[in-house]
């Protein structure tokens, strides 16, 4: 079914493999095996499992199919996946990246990368003659975040395409907040797509996965090396929960963005909320850059109170949401910015950012949204 052009809530449920071919069994099974047998001495199909497990191909089929690639990777973490993708980055080469990034992005891109002799310069990706000015001779790759977390500042893709071409760089974006069914970034010219699927993919929070889909056959076979011999794969038993999570993507997300969309105006408007970030209310700064290239608003808003005393009252009156940093889950995940996803960040750089300590991150989930609103307006009280 990989060549048919299906559409995604098909593509979805299906998968590309959505029945085992041995037994015809009506899902691919946990194909919970390290080696495959030599018959005879010769390698069939399968070898070794960190180098192809039939589990994983399914959620690695769904990703390539799903973002409308060639190839797709599946690995044991988000950062997993990205720290795999930007392995094909070498001593000596420079990197471009957002500023405003994921936290686990950060420390590895400012943490890990500079140790491997890779040089990379943070810049505001939003403005894009600061990311032409960034770009030296050295200059390999540009890694992208948009909208960004916590704040949906939106980067142009088309922009930053065009200005990587011209300078041969291979461009990657983490598309974990909107997933491919809302922004599909291979379309628009980027090499590689990267997803934590522990996110919205997932959907449950039960599981870390990461994926990876490019549309250039010879990025793919670098990220395939890659993956063999760094071994961060995801494992069959994971592989089979992502699969799971995959299928109703389509439904939970439309549902949680819907009452996303409700929670956000009727944040908006509550005296004890300063500002409210949300790319679907009608006078966010980004809007209409954003829905150019993306066709939905997602699930996650972020929300500023008056005073810092008002955040240890919410979050201690509040019963529905789970409070953690993560998003994209069946439940909604209240996340203090400061002290959980971004905690990685030094304090100059969040307040540089605008994270501010009264910033909270609210991952809207499939609850009821009266349920929800009556729950966070006791704590906004
Ligand atoms: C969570 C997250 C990651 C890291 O993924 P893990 O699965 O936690 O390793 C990367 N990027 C974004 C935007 C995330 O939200």
């Known amino acids: 079914m990989a060549d048919k052009p299906y559409r995604p809530a098909t593509l979805l449920v299906h998968q590309g493999r959505d029945r085992d071919p041995a037994t015809g069994a009506s899902t691919v099974p946990i194909y919970q095996a390290s080696t495959y047998h030599h018959a005879g001495g010769a390698s069939a199909q399968y070898d070794y499992a960190r180098s192809g497990n039939p589990s994983r191909e399914q959620v690695e089929e769904a990703i390539a199919l799903l973002e409308g690639g060639v190839r797709g990777f599946a690995y044991a973490s988000g950062m997993a996946a990205i720290g795999s993708a930007l392995s094909l980055l070498k001593s000596g080469d420079h990197l471009v990246a957002s500023a405003a990034l994921y936290g ?8 890990v990368l500079p140790q491997q002799g890779i040089t990379v310069s943070l810049v505001d990706t939003t403005d894009t003659r600061a990311v032409e000015t960034a770009i030296t001779p050295q200059t390999r790759a540009l890694f992208l975040e948009t909208p960004s977390n916590p704040l949906f500042q939106v980067t142009d893709l088309r922009a930053m395409v065009a200005i990587a071409r011209q300078k041969n760089l291979i461009t990657l974006l983490d598309n974990t907040f909107m997933t ?71 439904v939970r997300l439309e549902a949680a963005q819907a009452t996303a969309q409700q929670l956000a105006e009727r944040l908006a408007s509550h005296p004890a909320v300063a500002r409210v970030w949300f790319p679907g209310l009608a006078d966010f700064p980004g809007r209409a850059l954003h829905f150019s290239q993306a066709s939905g608003a997602g699930a996650v808003l972020s929300f500023e109170l008056q005073e810092d005393a008002q955040v240890a009252r919410l ?21 203090h910015c400061w002290s959980m996803s971004h905690a990685a960040i030094p304090i100059e750089d969040k307040l540089r950012q605008g994270i501010s300590k009264k910033l909270l991150r609210i991952s809207v989930g499939l609850e009821d949204i009266e349920d929800l609103w009556e729950d966070l307006e006791r704590g906004l009280s």
């Open 104 to 111: 686990g992005s950060w420390r590895f891109i400012t943490g």
């Open 180 to 250: 491919p069914l809302m922004q599909r970034p291979l379309d628009l010219g980027i090499d590689i797509s990267i997803h934590s699927a522990t996110k919205f993919l997932g959907g449950h929070s039960d599981i870390l996965a990461g994926l990876v889909a490019t549309a250039d056959t010879g990025l793919g076979k670098r990220l395939k090396y890659f993956q063999n011999a760094f071994g961060a794969v995801l494992s069959p038993f994971d592989s089979f929960l992502l699969s799971r999570g995959i299928k109703t993507l389509k």
């Open 315 to 335: 979050l201690n009156a509040v019963e529905l949401p789970i409070i953690a940093p993560s998003l994209g889950g069946v439940e909604t995940i209240l996340t």
